[in-house]
């Protein structure tokens, strides 16, 4: 646009944004070059910048600061609605980057941490006996090689917990890849299964969630096909109702709800530490439309339990079994 601008007299290109996350953008480009022309304006007298943020260490919290970076707020820019947008930022970490971003034109990483731990190791708890006859949908995440498989079952109990029962699995060859982490320990705590030889045995995985099925009476089951094929064809056979599941930012509205029951103590995990070391590690990037998608690439360790949450999640959110259950844990 700016260089078709040249039979022009007295051409004028105004661009207005907020800030971005990515620094191989035209935004960053003009962004940059707006802070070095507003210390030296003879680097482009043709070029003004104007520019309300915070600094990267203001406090975000401040109200202060946000009146220094939004001159309209308290006019036509309802503080009332940025205290809203605020206090679910902070009680949400994964929407902290947004707010910042949007709210403070502060630049932010793509990627933010998913979970409080105080808030995980705050939420719900449920016995055995209160799963029986509840909606209950699984989630399942095939590992690579040396990896975890992760096997998650949700139940939407009528109070509006959503209990969680999982199990893990990985091939012998893990043990002595990584000492240092503590997988004999839930092995010891009969929390982690571990299979002989360098992968893990899928029959082993098949029969014990096929099993799992048919004891909860699990309504959908949902795994991505890329590494799982195989193994849902045989459960397919068995009666067990397959879905398979994009990952990605498909994902987003599934993550959103799993962030939503964790920030509530809904979210009925009993405290099972190897989904707990899942959660301290997980990451979610942010889209350009402000969509999430779980990182494993910039993940600080395992997440795969934590995939196989969102994936039962997402199951459970499309088939919204009951008015009573979409209303107490759908909501």
């Known amino acids: ?70 001159p309209a707020l308290g006019d036509f820019r309802s503080i009332d609605d940025m205290r809203i947008l605020f206090e679910r930022a902070r009680q949400i970490p994964a929407q902290e980057n947004t707010f910042r971003r949007l709210y403070l034109n502060q630049w932010t990483l793509a990627h933010t941490a998913f979970f409080q731990r105080a808030q995980w190791d705050a939420c719900a708890t449920a016995r055995d006996d209160e799963l029986v006859g509840a909606p209950c949908f699984g989630g399942l995440d095939l590992g690579q090689s040396d990896d975890f498989t992760a096997w998650v079952r949700i139940y939407l109990l009528a109070d509006g917990r959503v209990a969680v029962r999982c199990r893990f699995w990985l091939p012998e060859a893990a043990l002595h890849k990584w000492p240092e982490r503590p997988y004999l320990a839930w092995r010891q705590a009969g ?39 195989q193994l849902a064809l045989h459960l397919q056979g068995q009666g067990v109702t397959m879905v398979d599941t994009p990952q990605g930012f498909q994902l987003n509205e599934a993550i959103r709800k799993v962030a939503s029951w964790v920030t509530t103590g809904a979210l009925a995990h009993n405290g099972h530490a190897v989904l707990g070391w899942m959660a301290d590690n997980t990451v979610v990037t942010t889209g350009r439309y402000n969509e999430l998608r779980l990182d494993k690439v910039r993940a600080k360790e395992k997440i795969d339990g934590i995939a196989a949450l969102v994936m039962a999640a997402s199951r459970a959110i499309v088939q919204q079994p009951g008015p009573e259950y979409q209303m107490l844990v759908l909501g």
Not at 11 to 40: F, M, N
Not at 54 to 67: F, H, I, Y
Request: glycine letters at 2%; charged letters at 25%.
């Open 1 to 70: 646009m700016t260089t078709s601008q040249g039979a022009r007299l007295q051409p004028l290109t105004i661009a207005i944004t907020t800030a971005g996350y990515d620094r191989t953008s035209i935004l960053w480009e003009l962004y940059s070059h707006a802070k070095r022309v507003a210390v030296q304006p003879s680097l482009d007298p043709t070029f003004l910048p104007i520019l309300f943020e915070a600094p990267d260490d203001a406090d975000w919290t401040d109200e202060q600061v946000w009146r220094a970076c939004n």
């Open 191 to 229: 929390l982690l299964d571990i299979t002989p030889g360098d992968t893990t045995d899928l029959d082993l995985v098949e029969a014990q969630v096929l099993a799992d099925c048919q004891s909860s009476n699990v309504r959908e089951l949902a795994y991505d096909k890329r590494f799982a094929q």
